[in-house]
């Protein structure tokens, strides 16, 4: 977390802010989510949080590009409890910002070659 807070880039969106770096010495990507005792006094809060968080991050998994820290910085507790797909469309849109997400392939790409024998 020390390099990301370091070394990285920061994406801002409403109650939650983004930290990312690209770390060389990683295969695959790394998640941490901060969410502090001003953002509530509730453990059981803070924790829902950060389970909703992590949840999203994980059903993206496969998108992402390697070898990226990320952490995520809660400023608000009205995270708790926005809808589950307004909370998704921040973060995705955060990530998207950041680059973390692969560009998906275009329409027009080919796929697959097949061999024809003659």
């Known amino acids: 977390m020390r390099f990301a807070y370091q070394r990285g880039q920061n994406v801002r969106g409403g109650a939650v802010a983004l930290r990312f770096v690209e770390n060389p010495r990683r295969h695959t990507y790394r998640v941490a989510v901060v969410v502090s ?25 496969r998108q992402y590009n390697c070898r990226l820290d990320l952490v995520f910085t809660v400023f608000g507790e009205e ?22 997400l692969h560009a998906s392939t275009p329409d027009h790409a080919i796929v697959s070659v097949k061999e024809t024998n003659e």
């Open 79 to 100: 995270v708790a409890s926005v809808p589950q797909d307004a909370l998704k469309q921040l973060i995705v849109s955060q990530l998207d910002k950041a680059g973390a």
């Open 37 to 61: 005792r001003k953002v509530s006094k509730s453990a059981v809060v803070r924790n829902r949080i950060r389970r909703r968080i992590y949840e999203i991050v994980r059903e993206h998994a």
